[in-house]
C-alpha cells in the first residue's frame, strides 16, 4: 500500500516498519528507538538473528553517540562517499545499540544513502535500520513491485520509482591497518583510489574463518530458477538466456535482457529484475553469459550472479 511521506514519519515513530526507497536497493525501515518493529524486520524477512543491520543515518555529527574510535582515512571516506552508497562498519559502545541490531558484535554497519527523499526521513525519524526489502535468500527490491511480490499489495511503501544503482553498497571494514571491502556493492575498489591511496582488497573471511561481514554466509539473491554460469554446453540444456544487448543468441531461446556489455551501471540496475522476472514466468532454468570484465562494477554483478546461481 503506498503511503505518503507523512504517514510514513509517523509509522516510523510509532514502531511500525514501512518499505521506504534509497539509492541501492529499497529496504525495509525501522527506528532505532523501537526495538519491538526491529525484532519485526527479521520475523517479517525470515532473516537469521545471526545477520546484523545497518544503521542509516542523516549526518555523520550523529556518529559520534555510537562509535568508540574513528579509524585513519574514515573522515575522508565519509566526505568523499556520503550521502551515498557506502556503509563503513565501525567499532560502538554496545550499551548505545541493541543487540538485536549488531547481532552481537561489538561493531556496526552505518550508511548515509543519497536519496533525497529518504534523507529528509531521516532528518525527521533519526536512525533507521534497514536491511534490504526481500524475503531472506531472494534478490533484493529495487522497485514498489518487488516488495509488492515478497511482502503483499498491503505492506506500506514509501514509493520512490526504481532504484538508480541497482545493488547494494559497498561495505567496507578497517583491518590490519587498512580498509577492506567485506560485501561488494555499488562502488568498486578502483573508486577509492583517489581517497584512500590503495585500491581495497575484497576480503571474505578471517584468520579463523569467521565471516567478516555475516551476511556474507547466507544463501542471497537466488530465483527459483536453476541457473547455468556461462558454460555453452550448458546453454543447450536451459530454456532461455540472460545476456546482453549487443550479442547474439541461439534463435530458439528466450533472452532476458540484463542490458549493454558496454554499461556496468546498466546491467546493476536491471539485475535484481530481471532474477526477479525468471521467477514472475516460471522459468525453471537459465543460461548467463558471464563473458564480461571481472573488474570494477563487474565484479560486484559477477559475485550476485554467482550467489544467485548456488
Ligand atoms: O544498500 C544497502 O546497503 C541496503 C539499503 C537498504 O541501504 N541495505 C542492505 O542491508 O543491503 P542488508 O541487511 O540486506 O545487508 C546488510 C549487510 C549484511 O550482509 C550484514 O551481515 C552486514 O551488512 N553487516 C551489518 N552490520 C555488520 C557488522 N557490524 N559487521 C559486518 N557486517 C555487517
Ligand atoms: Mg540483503
Not at 82 to 106: E, M, N, Q, Y
Not at 117 to 136: E, F, I
Amino acid at each position: 500500500m503506498r503511503i505518503s511521506f507523512d504517514e510514513t514519519i509517523q509509522l516510523l515513530k510509532k514502531g511500525e516498519v514501512v518499505a521506504v526507497p534509497t539509492e541501492t536497493v529499497y529496504g525495509l525501515a525501522a527506528s532505532l528507538e523501537h526495538l519491538a518493529a526491529i525484532e519485526k524486520i527479521f520475523l517479517l524477512k525470515g532473516r537469521p538473528k545471526a545477520n546484523p543491520l545497518i544503521i542509516h543515518i542523516a549526518s555523520a555529527q550523529l556518529l559520534k553517540h555510537y562509535v568508540t574510535e574513528f579509524p585513519p582515512g574514515f573522515e575522508e571516506l565519509a566526505r568523499a562517499f556520503w550521502p551515498g552508497p557506502l556503509t563503513c562498519i565501525l567499532p560502538i559502545d554496545p550499551s548505545k545499540i541493541p543487540t538485536i541490531v549488531r547481532a552481537g558484535l561489538l561493531t556496526a554497519g552505518f550508511r548515509i544513502p543519497s536519496f533525497g527523499l529518504t534523507l529528509d526521513l531521516l532528518k525527521q525519524t533519526g536512525p533507521l535500520v534497514m536491511p534490504s526489502a526481500n524475503l531472506s535468500g531472494r534478490p533484493s527490491a529495487t522497485c514498489p513491485e518487488h516488495i509488492e511480490e515478497d511482502f503483499g499489495k498491503e505492506f506500506p511503501l514509501l514509493e520512490g520509482g526504481n532504484c538508480q544503482r541497482g545493488v547494494e553498497s559497498t561495505i567496507l571494514l578497517y583491518r590490519e591497518s587498512e580498509w577492506v571491502i567485506v560485501r561488494l556493492g555499488a562502488l568498486s575498489a578502483v573508486d577509492f583510489f583517489p581517497i584512500l591511496g590503495y585500491a581495497p582488497s575484497f576480503q571474505q573471511k578471517r584468520d579463523d574463518l569467521q565471516p567478516l561481514c555475516p551476511g556474507q554466509a547466507f544463501r542471497h539473491y537466488a530465483p527459483k530458477a536453476r541457473l547455468f554460469l556461462g558454460n555453452s554446453h550448458e546453454m543447450e540444456k536451459s530454456e532461455c538466456v540472460l545476456g546482453f544487448r549487443e550479442r547474439i543468441y541461439p534463435n530458439n531461446k528466450r533472452v532476458f535482457l540484463l542490458g549493454s556489455i558496454d554499461d556496468p551501471k546498466e546491467v546493476a540496475y536491471h539485475l535484481y529484475d530481471v532474477l526477479r522476472q525468471l521467477d514472475v514466468e516460471e522459468v525453471e532454468n537459465a543460461w548467463i553469459d558471464m563473458n564480461f570484465p571481472k573488474e570494477g562494477l563487474w565484479l560486484t554483478i559477477y559475485e550476485r550472479l554467482h550467489r544467485a546461481s548456488q
